[in-house]
């Protein structure tokens, strides 16, 4: 029984660096661990090919055409998200996920789809990362660079190290009331939610977005707000309130969007827009002044055997062109033409197109980055002659009391 | 049955080896034999008063370690040994023991005692040997003195050794009546009586119930404070330490005495020998812990959660405590700074002042200024050092707003005396001083700061010129520049006053490692620390020139690689692992950002051998500094570590193998973590290896249990490396994890240490699970997992109803949830829906505050959904 030693630290700190080394050690251990988990639990398979959602069938065409560089090819959002300048725009540019125009109503879209009214205003993505924000068109080009409260979106002093170089991808559109509408969400601190469905995703949004503070109001330092846009299970009662209840923006048909849809670059027919002229201005196709006009006019690829054919993949064919015509007019494959559609219309036959009365009006404006989509084309020309109604909708939805109750388990009021 | 072993125990002392040899081999065989005819010789031996001391104090030592030892799983085999002995000659073993107490020779009476204690240690948790509290007790009355002595002091150990709950009640009381009546002043023995309070001070922790009663706790505390009055050195001591281990014990049950107390330390502090005095200080230290914890425990504020009420004991006693302290200051010893085990009354003193500061905040600041003021300027030396010590020592506590103004006025002065002071010792405390300037007072959380764009060049300069010093001066300066370093962490990029001098920095703390003065002081390590701060604390500007470093340090570890074979020693053992250690802080730096990354990355190959080589050497220390680095190389190198494990591989074995030093284990546990990560699959061929090292560890009993959480991690690590491969470990590593998963469900009451490593454990077998499930997600062998689903459930279910996860187990536990339904989905569906957890679990963490649970939950809900409608 020795007298106990008292002997405290003297002008020593109580931990040492070594025991430090340690514990940082076991920190970064620890994060890594859980990155790799989140990792696990959001982003089973980020990888997705770039070429094969727009792009025609890869056929093998090597003599005209050089190939794109073909490490491109294949990027996850993890590495696109280094990509700078040009490349970033080409590679944004085939980014957006795209509806189909409805002309049909899809079965049983009272269960298995979301319904919302679309704003009007410029499509874009927001990506913020590295302490800024910046927003990029459909064609990839930039529209906006600016500090946000989103996830790593402005230079703060408390940045964490470990996340600092994630972000975030959301999908929007810039409205005339500096605002931006998110309507999807991509990626959301450093995790990609290509392979989640747009309940999930509809669900994160709601619950992420909000914790940011990007919802507030504009300030000095962050002059563009973001806001969410409310979502309804497509049953009587929420194709109704997406339809006519008030909304802050003014409204640009309704968009549907599939539960069990993941996130798909390019056209899918597991979103679709519908509009009238009661939840839209722009219900027909106007030409480039701004006027309806009186025929409809469609917009075309011309292919290399001559077909007319459409930005869907496959492509759709509307008609051929001769090869004398052809040299006449100076086209090449691959030209964007312009179209009127004539008396004869277009004629279907068990939903194929049998028909198609076109009148060559001449090469299209350059801006144009595709043709016009089959849907699309269908959409106008039914608008023409006999459109598809809001009545028709609401006769295809059950009300709410007829289904089961796990439908509501997720709500989405925004 | 007894037999002689004299001759043999005193030739196992004799100075020719191979007589020594012999005699040893002998015992052992003796020993292998026949245990108990062993013990029996050995407690006749040590009983016999006609034999030599020598043989006598070898056979009670020989005893004493057949029955105990610092290895637990010796120490588990030791007692099943003496359990298992026929209970007739264990008797007679006893027998001897006890008869040894009354021994004349008090060397053989001192080893009966504690042999005793051992004995009790084993039996009387078994409800065994129930007579020998009694027998022991009717010692003590009538007895001649030494048998007394020798009795308490059995006592003593023996409250030592056991723990409380197996005396009962009745014993103790009669134990502390007899110890107490042994520290009577009435006891004319001072041998007895110093006894007599070294086994009270041993049977404190079995006093709560007579502490509690008002009567019992008055005598004993009387009893202890008359003996600190004893003419008699060591009793005052001893009484002293009573008094130390009573506050931290009993500290809500001495308001009544307190004042008394402070009377009779305040007399001890100015008047009594040193060693004495220590005490007396140190039971007011003891007071600021408890109070410190009580206060930190109630958060700043009164909510009465705290079990034990705080008395502001020290608030009360300030203004007699703190003259009283700063007194002591002026009594150092000439060199105390030069000596690494120096503890004197100054150096007390200042440590209490420091924690009273720490108790009290801003209240000690009026009482402590005018001592600083009075003497900072003095001639006398030890004048100039006692008032910076108390400046320095009230630097932490009391808040900025107090603080500021006087640092600000105090600062420049203090750098003059640095640079200027002609006494090493006044030097010294000022370096220390200005660190805890920088430590406390200095950094992006202040509002105003107290180093700025003017005064930074001369602080720099100033701390820069004395790592020229005297080593312990300079050591002094390497740590006030960690902390003027680590204010700057948050400065952000671009911005860091350090930035233009950087350089001159690095140079210097490199000129400091090289020093050939630096002895037996710690001024290398100081200087190691302090450059590992810049480095971490450092920004892009600086980037290249820490990475610049890289090169720098590799050629040092290289060259005390070369040198090894010369004189390999300690302190190339430490220096090696100092090096380590730096390249792992630089490699985690610029492993942090793309650029500075790609620079490293060419060195990876350098770096990479140098550090197995260190493996080479025979330092636990170096090995896990190595490991950590080798950790941090493979988290920058990512997936072309690969080329490195063939060689590395068996160095990861060893290091897993480590069960002696089990911090190289636990820390190349989590380096096959950061390698399951970095190669993620092509991790598979050293796989079979690694995981029967892990699975071997986890049913070891040799292992330190802290390692074993960290393992179960390291399953889900491998599992999610490699996916549905690890189906060929689901065997073995399922039915541990779940056998695991059982123990730690309930902790039961369990105390605080065990309940937090309960928490550890759930949370590395949750991990495990986590891992093991996402790993087999989307696999076409996912339905292997489900025969274990039920039991996970199970488990989660009861970690919620237990109610006591703490927020990390909470994530975890959510989060596998998730994993589950994620991983399984439909066919698990009804599982799911029949636990707890998919309910009332979730529910809670989805409206938890903690933003970690409540992502996991959020998104675990989406699973369960999905998993439970389609």
Known sequence: MAPHDLRRPFKRPLISDQERRRQHSLLRQAQNRLDAQRHARFLASTTFSLSSSQNLEPQPEPEHEQEEPHQKEELDVLEASNLKGDEARKWFAKQLMHPEWMIDIPENLTNDWFVFARPSGKRCFVVSSNGTTISRLRNGSILHRFPSKLPNGARTKEVSSSSSHSYSILDCIFHEDQTYYVIDMVCWRGYSLYDCTSEFRFFWVNSKLAETGACDPPSYYHKYTFSLVPVYSCDQSGLCSAYSAPVSYVKDGLLFYNKHAHYQAGITPLALVWKDENCSQYVMDTDNKGQVPNQQQVVLELQEDGKLATCDDPPMAFGCLDGSFIQQSDLHSGYLLRFAIGEGGLVLADGKLEKADLKYLGKANRARASADSFSKVMFQYNVRHSPLRIDDLLGSVSSPVDQESETCDIEMDG | ?870
């Not at chain 2, 027998?95 to 504690?114: I, N, W």
């Not at chain 2, 009465?304 to 009360?316: A, L, M, R, V």
């Not at chain 2, 420049?412 to 220390?432: E, G, Q, R």
Request: hydrophobic share 40%.
């Open chain 2, 1 to 870: 049955m007894a037999m002689e072993v004299t001759q043999i125990l005193l030739n196992a002392q004799a100075v020719d080896g191979a007589v020594r040899k012999h005699a040893e081999d002998n015992l052992k065989q003796f020993q292998e034999q026949n245990l108990p005819s062993f013990l029996i010789s050995l407690a006749g031996e040590l009983a016999n008063d006609e034999k030599p001391v020598e043989s006598r104090r070898l056979a009670g030592l020989i005893l004493k370690n057949a029955l105990d030892s610092k290895e637990q799983h010796k120490k588990i085999e030791f007692v099943q040994r003496w359990l298992a002995i026929d209970p007739t000659f264990k008797a007679q073993i006893k027998a001897l023991l006890l008869r040894t107490l009354s021994s004349p020779s008090h060397d053989a009476r001192s080893t009966a005692s504690q042999v005793i204690a051992k004995v009790a240690g084993i039996e009387l948790p078994h409800k065994q040997w129930p007579e020998l509290i009694v027998s022991l007790l009717s010692n003590v009355h009538q007895l001649p003195a030494p048998t007394r002595q020798a009795t308490l002091e059995t006592l003593g150990y023996i409250c030592e050794e056991v723990s409380p709950d197996v005396v009962d009640q009745d014993h103790v009381n009669k134990i502390l009546t007899a110890v107490v009546q042994g520290m009577n002043s009435t006891e004319q023995n001072n041998d007895v009586r110093l006894a007599a309070i070294q086994a009270l001070y041993n049977a404190l922790g079995f006093a709560q119930a007579n502490f509690s009663n008002d009567m019992e706790r008055d005598y004993i505390m009387r009893i202890v404070c008359e003996a600190t009055l004893s003419p008699e050195i060591k009793i005052r001591r001893a009484a002293f330490e009573c008094l130390v281990a009573i506050s931290s014990t009993y500290y809500e049950k001495l308001a009544q005495y307190i004042q008394d107390i402070f009377t009779i330390t305040a007399k001890a502090v100015k008047e009594d020998e040193e060693p004495v005095a220590l005490q007396a200080i140190e039971f007011w230290s003891s007071i600021c812990d408890e109070e410190i914890d009580i206060l930190e425990e109630y958060g700043g504020e009164f909510s009465g959660d705290s079990e034990i009420p705080c008395y502001y004991f020290i608030k009360q006693a300030l203004p007699f405590l703190v003259p009283m302290l700063l007194e002591t200051l002026l009594k150092q010893e000439e060199d105390q700074d030069q000596d690494e085990g120096a503890w004197n009354i100054a150096m007390a003193g200042g440590t209490c002042l420091g924690l009273v500061a720490r108790t009290v905040g801003d209240d000690i600041v009026p009482l402590v200024m005018p001592f600083i003021q009075e003497n900072i300027s003095k001639p006398d030396w030890r004048q100039r050092e006692a008032a910076t010590y108390a400046f320095g020592s009230i630097l932490e506590g009391p808040s900025p707003e107090k603080l500021v103004p006087l640092v600000n006025m105090a600062l420049s002065f203090m750098l003059n005396a640095l640079a200027n002071d002609p006494n090493n010792h006044v030097k010294d405390t000022t370096a220390w001083t200005l660190g805890r300037m920088f430590e406390f007072l200095h950094g992006s959380a202040l509002d105003t700061p107290i180093i700025n764009q003017g005064n930074c060049q001369q602080i720099i300069a100033v701390l820069l010129q004395s790592m020229k010093d005297v080593p312990n001066v300079a050591e002094k300066a390497c740590g006030a520049l960690y902390f003027l370093a680590q204010g700057f962490e948050d400065a952000g990029s671009a911005s860091s006053p350090l930035t233009p001098f950087f350089q001159e920095i690095v140079q210097s703390l490199l000129t400091v490692t090289h020093r050939e003065d630096t002895g037996e002081s710690r001024l290398r390590t100081a200087a190691y620390e302090a450059l590992n701060e810049v480095v971490r604390c450092s920004n892009d500007d600086t980037a290249p020139m820490v990475a610049q470093l890289v090169s720098v340090i590799m050629r040092e570890l290289h060259q005390t690689l070369e040198s090894q074979n010369v004189s390999s020693d300690d302190r190339q053992n430490e220096l090696q692992g100092l090096l380590c250690g730096c390249l792992q802080v630089i490699i985690q730096k610029l492993g942090s950002s793309e650029p500075t990354k790609l620079h490293l990355m060419q060195y990876a190959d350098q770096i990479m051998s140098l550090f197995l080589r260190v493996f080479a050497s025979r330092s636990a220390t170096a090995h896990e500094e190595a490991m950590l680095a080798i950790g941090a190389l493979a988290y920058a190198t990512g997936p072309e570590f690969v080329k490195y494990m063939q060689e590395f591989y068996r160095y990861l074995e060893m290091g897993l193998q480590n069960f002696e030093d089990y911090q190289v284990c636990a820390i190349t546990v989590g380096v096959v973590g950061d390698v399951c990560r970095a190669l993620e699959e092509k991790i598979l061929p050293f796989c079979d290896g690694i995981m029967t090292q892990l699975l071997r560890d986890l049913s070891s009993n040799q292992l330190h249990r802290s390692v074993k959480p960290p393992i179960f991690s390291c399953f889900g690590d491998i599992a999610l490396a490699i996916g549905e491969n690890f189906e060929k470990y689901l065997q073995f590593a399922m039915p541990m994890l779940q056998s695991a998963a059982e123990l730690c469900a309930h902790t039961n009451g369990a105390d605080d240490d065990m309940t937090e490593y309960t928490n550890t454990l759930r949370n590395g077998i949750l991990e495990a699970y986590s891992g093991i499930f996402q790993g087999f997600k989307g696999s076409p062998k996912t339905q292997l997992l489900m025969p274990y689903a039920q039991h996970v459930l199970q488990f989660l279910d009861s970690l919620y109803m237990e109610k006591d996860m703490d927020d990390v187990v909470t994530k975890a536990a959510i989060g596998v949830l998730g994993d589950l339904a994620d991983t399984l989905g439909s066919p698990a569906g009804s599982l799911i829906q029949q636990s707890v957890s998919s309910k009332e679990f979730l529910k809670e963490c989805l409206s938890s505050d903690d933003h970690l649970i409540k992502e996991s939950a959020d998104w675990a809900k989406v699973t369960i959904t999905r998993a439970i409608s389609y």
